[in-house]
């Protein structure tokens, strides 16, 4: 097996600022795999405020983002960063080539229940280096992303890359405190038979969604079903699942929450460039999710990804309207 840095020296980036990126972010995993496995209760309680999107902090999510913004302080490479914890863009470098956009604790609700959780990163190159950095600079559709990644904090801790079309999965060592290449050149499979939403919300979504999951509650000819349902709540952990097995994930607009739930720029961005990488596509139901361009830096969006048949055949139930 060989290690992230064996990996990046092959592919001759070894000495890129991408590497020097996706080092910060590797070794900011750690950090937080190692908050994760010390288990000291007081990390996992909630920090009894909202965050500007009106969602309870936890102490968790803040110290991954301060974990993180740690790790990318002395990289010259980044001009600047986006982070669900932070209502207003971070300044680094003015010369530096990177943008990061960031959720560094994604399903952070499920922390105190011991069920995975995730960091999810975008990388994007800043356009004009001659202007200062501004919150435009992130206002870019998501098929601009050089590269995205994700750490899931499951059974093992996995760092997920979309870089060069490729899609690689590397797993942390912890015996070695390295990261592995594990799941090379991954593709999501075309078809699969799991369906990933919070039905809780089913009575208010659009009826296209609506009927989508009605057709996968069906029964085939024998009287079996014919899907299986799993919604973890935690993103990476429900995305990682489908890309392995086959499945869709869909988090619609819904009356709560009528943008939809997850943010455009650092959690649907970056899984969506992985998908698109994987071989398969994301889409809000209308418009794919790597060519909105975003108004603002916290956008919400509606987010369909999985199975390229099944997100098929979801689109299909609008246009057969
Ligand atoms: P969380 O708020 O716990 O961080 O946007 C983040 C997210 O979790 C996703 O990881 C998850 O898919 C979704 O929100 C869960 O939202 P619901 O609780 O509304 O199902």
Redesign the pocket.
């Known amino acids: 097996m060989i290690s992230l840095n064996t990996f990046f020296k092959k592919k001759n980036l070894l000495e890129s600022s991408l590497f020097k990126i996706i080092d910060n972010i590797c070794s900011g995993a750690k950090m937080v795999n190692e908050v994760l496995l010390s288990g000291n209760p007081e990390n996992f309680k909630s920090e009894n405020v909202k965050n500007i999107q009106n969602?309870d902090v936890q102490k968790l999510d803040l110290i991954a983002n301060n974990i993180f913004l740690e790790n990318f302080k002395n990289n010259f490479e980044i001009n600047g960063i986006l982070s669900e914890e932070n209502e207003k863009i971070i300044k680094g470098n003015s010369h530096g080539k990177y943008l990061i956009a960031m959720d560094p604790l994604?399903?952070?609700?499920?922390i105190s229940v011991n069920i995975p959780v995730g960091s999810i990163f975008s990388i994007l190159q800043k356009k004009n280096l001659s202007v200062s950095l501004c919150e435009n600079d992130f206002l870019v559709k998501g098929k601009e992303q050089e590269c995205a990644a994700y750490i899931l904090y499951g059974t093992s801790t996995i760092l997920i890359l979309a870089l060069n079309n490729e899609v690689n999965g590397f797993t942390l060592n912890l015996n070695k405190n390295d990261f592995f290449l594990t799941f090379p050149n991954l593709q999501i499979p075309e078809e699969g038979n799991i369906f990933s939403i919070?039905e809780?919300?089913i009575r208010s979504v659009d009826k296209e969604i609506f009927n989508y999951v009605e057709h996968c509650k069906g029964l085939n000819p024998e009287g079996k079903r014919t899907h299986t349902g799993r919604f973890i709540?935690?993103?990476?952990a429900?995305f990682h699942r489908n890309m392995m097995k086959g499945g869709i994930f869909i988090?619609p607009k819904t009356s709560d929450k009528p943008n939809g739930?997850?943010?455009l720029i650092y959690?649907c961005n970056p899984i969506a460039l992985i998908a698109k990488f994987a071989g398969s596509k994301s889409s809000d139901g209308i418009t794919s999710i790597l060519e909105k361009k975003p108004k603002s830096i916290h956008e919400r969006t509606a987010f369909i990804t999985g199975s390229t048949k099944m997100v098929d055949e979801l689109l299909s139930f609008y246009k057969n309207d």
């Open positions: 969602e994604d399903g952070s609700s499920n919070n809780g919300n709540g935690s993103l990476v429900d988090y739930q997850l943010r959690e």
